[in-house]
């Protein structure tokens, strides 16, 4: 396992998701028990400034009605959910909408299972709303609302695989590059990266600092220019340590015999024993450099899977073989598909022929082992694309491959599939071995669509801390992008400025309770709210956010009272004057049951 120094945006996603579940983080939550039976107070217009709550009822009196604390999420979570994202296309390639649950069955290692959850999903459901906060002693602004129009609507993260791109193949994604921003719209925000972490640029709609970025695609192989004895491709190396074949292990051999002992065959004994050994070698070098690339496609995707929009990701590469890797590459397909991200794939290399070795200089390679040489370097570039089209079946993407014309296919990339299905089961009595566990997704019905989607995932290898699985759970529906209405729940912004540089923004919720699971205990209405904000900068970056619980023991006097008049919240949050966007998740421990709801924030200089 090599040192992989981590991304400055991982470094500060991390420290983020720490912080939301810390005391505070600048977050005041005021709980308000006993509501006017009239309209909430959340809906009516913004008189006073947001002032700081009172401190809170101390969580360890059994008297309060209601009171809030900083803790680790406690709701339960749904155990070994296993997402399938699909996408359905006619004989003619255009996408089939309109299929229902029924109409799909999913085997897992041939066993039919149950399709517990399914949704559909298209560009507009993922458009994030656009309410304006209030303000009372700010006329409304006509630029506001056009301030809001233009917030990030669509993120694409472009990942140039440049420890596997060759000079050539640069020069050429990187022209094609400079065509695609031409076609970026102007909610679009665009994020460059690379498998060696050597250049990054986050998420932005400069259009002119993404095209200079462009400048530093160039080959950062850590394997480049090393020439060994024997000369042993990566292809060759996994086909001679983990499928023990002879057949490639005798054509190393012969060229050991040839570099090293100048053709003496007397000493093939020894020159087999060097095959094997630079085989190792070549193996672990490249698996370490495919390993880091694909951790460094991990970072990329929790970036990615921060931003509240759709999420695109474009990956760029000659292709690569995995050998070893084949669970850390089926968790980089799990995660992207949880976190709602298409990958589509582009094949750097266009439309080429199969490299049949340096015709310049054919006696590169022994007489003996020439022929059977250009036959495994065949297979290896044509084993090279199985990468790409997996990632992109994996996550409903699309494979461009076999085509010159790069830069449509990454305007096509660059835009989401216009209809997929999300289907989700949970494996019955999976066994905790890390396994392969084949999927096949097929129609109940016989038809002539064609099915796009993952063929397979890894079953987990140990049990999952609940605790932190919840964690987990809740901040990824909070960095997500999605309206959900489990729970009926209401969200306004109110900001109140107490200078030209700052502002508080108080994030104002409504909870009818009516939708509500509550448990009568000792005389008592009992549940627990989590309450998580995050607010967002005109780019997609997290500013700022908190979480809280909300415990409810609720006589019932006001359990009544509450019921036709619902719970109210409120949290406040400083900030400096900008365009926000606004996410808030609530989630109860009883039901299980979550909201999340999207706003818009314009507050003027």
Not at 20 to 33: E, F, H, P
Not at 308 to 336: C, K, N, Y
Not at 430 to 437: A, E, F, T, V
Not at 546 to 560: A, H, Q
């Amino acid at each position: 396992m090599s040192y992989l120094p981590q991304f400055p945006f991982a470094q500060r996603l991390r420290c983020v998701l720490l912080l939301i579940g810390l005391t505070g983080v600048g977050a005041r939550v005021s709980a308000q028990a006993v509501a006017s039976p009239s309209a909430p107070a959340a809906s009516s217009p913004a008189q006073t400034p947001a002032e700081p709550a009172k401190p809170q009822t101390p969580a360890s009196n059994d008297n309060a009605e209601v009171s809030s604390r900083d803790t680790p999420p406690t709701f339960k979570i749904r155990v070994n959910l296993v997402l399938v994202r699909v996408v359905v296309r006619d004989q003619q390639g255009h996408v089939v909408p309109n299929l229902k649950k029924e109409d799909f069955q999913l085997t897992d290692n041939r066993k039919l299972q149950t399709i517990s959850t399914f949704s559909v999903e298209t560009p507009e459901s993922h458009v994030v709303a656009t309410t304006v906060s209030t303000d009372a002693n700010v006329p409304a602004d006509p630029v506001a609302a056009k301030a809001v129009a233009a917030l990030p609507q669509r993120f694409v993260s472009v990942v140039f695989d440049d420890q596997h791109l060759n000079m050539q193949d640069a020069m050429f994604v990187r022209n094609a590059a400079n065509k695609f921003l031409d076609s970026l719209a102007v909610s679009d925000r665009v994020g460059i990266y690379s498998t060696s972490g050597q250049f990054t640029v986050e998420f932005t709609d400069d259009h002119e600092m993404l095209r200079k970025s462009l400048l530093k695609i160039i080959p950062h192989s850590p394997t480049a220019g090393t020439h060994d004895c024997p000369d042993i491709s990566y292809y060759e190396a996994d086909m001679i340590q983990n499928k023990s074949d002879a057949q490639a292990l005798g054509i190393a051999t012969e060229d050991a015999v040839e570099c090293a002992f100048n053709g003496d065959e007397t000493q093939k004994a020894a020159a087999q024993a060097m095959a094997q050994s630079t085989a190792g070698l070549v193996l672990n070098q490249e698996d370490s450099s495919t390993e880091y690339a694909l951790r460094h496609m991990e970072d990329t995707i929790r970036r990615l899977g921060s931003m509240p929009g759709q999420r695109i990701m474009v990956f760029v590469s000659p292709g690569f073989i995995p050998s070893t890797l084949q669970l850390e590459f089926s968790e980089v397909v799990d995660r992207a598909t949880k976190a709602n991200i298409v990958i589509n794939t582009i094949d750097a290399r266009g439309l080429y022929t199969p490299d049949m070795g340096d015709i310049s200089n054919p006696n590169v390679d022994p007489p003996k082992i020439a022929g059977y040489r250009s036959m495994y370097r065949v297979a290896a570039q044509l084993a090279q694309e199985d990468v790409l089209a997996q990632l992109a079946d994996g996550t409903g993407g699309t494979f461009f491959h076999n085509r010159n014309d790069v830069d449509e296919g990454l305007r096509e990339a660059g835009a989401a599939p216009g209809l997929t299905y999300l289907l989700g089961f949970s494996p019955q009595n999976m066994k905790l071995d890390g396994s392969l566990h084949t999927l096949k997704v097929s129609f109940v019905r016989k038809t002539n669509y064609k099915i796009q989607a993952r063929h397979g995932y890894f079953a987990p290898r140990h049990v999952v801390d609940p605790v932190q699985a919840a964690k987990e759970e809740i901040q990824e529906a909070l960095f997500s992008q999605d309206e959900i209405r489990d729970l009926p729940v209401d969200l306004h912004t109110q900001f109140f400025k107490t200078d030209n540089f700052q502002a508080k923004l108080a994030v104002l919720t409504h909870v009818d309770i009516k939708g509500v699971h509550f448990r009568k205990t000792d005389g008592r209405t009992r549940d627990d709210l989590t309450v998580a904000t995050a607010i967002f900068d005109e780019n997609g970056n997290y500013v700022t956010g908190g979480e809280k619980i909300v415990e409810m023991k609720l006589l019932d006097p006001t359990y009544d009272r509450l019921l036709r008049s619902g719970l109210n919240l409120k949290s406040s949050f400083d900030v400096k004057p900008g365009t926000y966007l606004v996410r808030q998740v609530v989630r109860d421990s009883e039901g299980s049951q979550l909201a999340a709801r999207n706003g818009a924030v314009v507050i003027p200089n």
